[in-house]
Nanobody, 122 residues
Framework: QVQLAESGGGLVQPGNSLRLSCAAS????????IGWFRQAPGKEREGVAC????????YYADSVKGRFTISRDNVKNTVYLQMNSLKPEDTAVYYC???????????????WGQGTQVTVSS
């Protein structure tokens, strides 16, 4: 069964960091672009970052550039999202998904995980 599972979310204070993980099962993650998306209450799902198969190309939403870093370990079949300098507006459920193309648009992605909650609050 093709599945992605997110982990690493939690409650943090503004300015702190979290690292999210996206682990694949049932397929080899190294053949796909992997993206991170987030959805806050009452808002549409938005693209946060994606990384191509080799890891040589990454794309970020303007709102997270310079603060978030996406990376992948194809041996461990896992993609990571390092989130630094977190802000309250980063609060959302974070999802990962796979895509055949490195375009950070949700309709190109599939095999969505269940999500992990990130809450940034003092």
């Amino acid at each position: 069964q093709v599945q992605l599972a997110e982990s690493g979310g939690g409650l943090v204070q503004p300015g702190n960091s979290l690292r999210l993980s996206c682990a694949a099962s049932g397929f080899t993650l190294g053949y796909d672009t992997i993206g991170w998306f987030r959805q806050a209450p009452g808002k549409e799902r938005e693209g946060v970052a994606c990384i191509n198969t080799s890891g040589g190309r990454t794309y970020y939403a303007d709102s997270v550039k310079g603060r978030f870093t996406i990376s992948r370990d194809n041996v461990k079949n896992t993609v990571y999202l390092q989130m630094n300098s977190l802000k309250p507006e980063d609060t959302a459920v974070y999802y990962c998904a796979r895509s055949p193309v490195p375009i950070l648009v949700a309709r190109f992605f599939s095999a969505w995980g269940q999500g992990t909650q990130v809450t940034v609050s003092s």
